[in-house]
């Protein structure tokens, strides 16, 4: 199974952080964002990961190569100065993911969950790992009744940023900026998508707010060095 890291984004809620520095860049202890991902993905023996491209994306390439020093072989995806969206991401990086299933994490996460690699049930087109509804999210995204996502029933959690997902989840989408949660709600609605709970460490950094109160709570733990 192949994986990719979406590091295309802007990152406007982080200004002025991610005015000279993409988001996936910045640093968690020792190790940048996206680096966490990368040694998580080999660790869970992950061997090829796709990065797409956009703002500042030289220096994302810049830092991280080939991946060698991860253990993982990186081909990028470069989506040009206009960022692509989710959506229409993952379907530009289509022919490097292959025709089997693959894992898709969001750059701008931290978390401890183990991204290994997952099979997709038959019949499914998606398996998402949702988490407790954060402060800044109370309404969370999905439901997950028994291990179904559900647009009405069961217990309503937000969606991780670490999905895996069948390339047919994108027939008949065309190239170009597009969103993915309109081809999830379809595939939710027709039962095709299975969920996991997790309720291990996970946070989103979306603002130098929550990034600080993650940085002081590793710290706190020993789980990393100060800055």
């Not at 693959?102 to 969950?113: G, H, K, L, P």
């Not at 309109?182 to 996991?196: E, F, N, R, W, Y």
């Amino acid at each position: 199974m192949k994986a990719m890291i979406l590091a295309a984004g802007r990152g406007e809620r982080m200004r002025p952080l991610t005015d000279t520095t993409p988001k996936p860049l910045l640093k968690i202890g020792d190790k940048t964002l996206i680096e966490h991902h990368l040694v998580n993905l080999s660790e869970n023996g992950f061997k090829q990961v796709v990065i797409n491209l956009s703002y500042l994306g030289n220096q994302i390439q810049e830092a991280l190569g080939d991946g060698e020093r991860y253990g993982v072989s990186i081909i990028y995806s470069d989506e040009g100065a206009d960022a692509l969206e989710t959506g229409g991401g993952i379907y530009q990086s289509l022919p490097l993911l292959g025709n089997e299933p693959f894992v898709v994490v969001n750059a701008d996460i931290w978390c401890a969950y183990p991204i290994k690699p997952v099979i997709i049930h038959a019949g499914d087109l998606a398996h998402l790992i949702l988490v407790d509804n954060p402060p800044q999210h109370l309404g969370g995204d999905f439901f997950l009744s028994g291990d179904k996502l559900s647009m009405h029933e069961g217990r309503r959690l937000t969606f991780s940023g670490i999905g895996y997902y069948r390339p047919e989840l994108f027939e008949g989408s065309r190239p170009g900026k597009f969103p993915l949660a309109p081809l999830l709600h379809k595939a939710i609605s027709d039962k095709q998508v299975s969920g996991t709970h997790y309720t291990g460490q996970w946070s989103d950094i979306g603002t130098p707010d929550r990034l600080q109160h993650l940085l002081d709570s590793l710290e706190k733990a020993g789980l990393v060095s100060a800055q």
